[in-house]
């Protein structure tokens, strides 16, 4: 089973990885997986992620409030919604864009809803 997590974890950093240069791909939740996963299978690269200077902070604020930082929400709607847009101007048919749209309009109802950090 800890091999199955450390996958799961490879796999989830490396998206994560990928959504810092790629708008239709968010990170924080990929990097908050691979963390989970890691815990599972790898201290050694769970220590790693928390250490991290740029995911660390993400993945704390998440492990003890559930919480997004107020710029980690802004850039992550507005990288999805700038998908949305790209798409459309790209000429994908409407079917496709409005799909896209409404997974976009309900992975920002979550991140929006969540706490931006410590209570009070």
């Not at 993945?59 to 930082?69: S, T």
């Amino acid at each position: 089973m800890r091999t199955l997590w450390f996958v799961l974890g490879c796999l989830a950093l490396a998206l994560g990885v990928i959504g810092l240069f790629l708008p239709i791909m968010p990170t924080a939740p990929f990097i908050i997986l691979a963390a989970l996963a890691f815990s599972r299978s790898s201290e050694r690269l769970h220590a790693w992620l928390l250490a991290h200077p740029q995911f660390g902070p993400i993945i704390l604020n998440w492990q003890d409030y559930g919480a997004i930082a107020p710029w980690a929400k802004a850039l992550s709607v507005g990288m999805m919604s700038a998908s949305v847009v790209i798409g459309w101007l790209m000429g994908l048919s409407p079917l496709l864009v409005g799909v896209h749209l409404a997974i976009v309009a309900a992975v920002a109802v979550f991140i929006l809803t969540r706490p931006s950090g410590p209570p009070g």
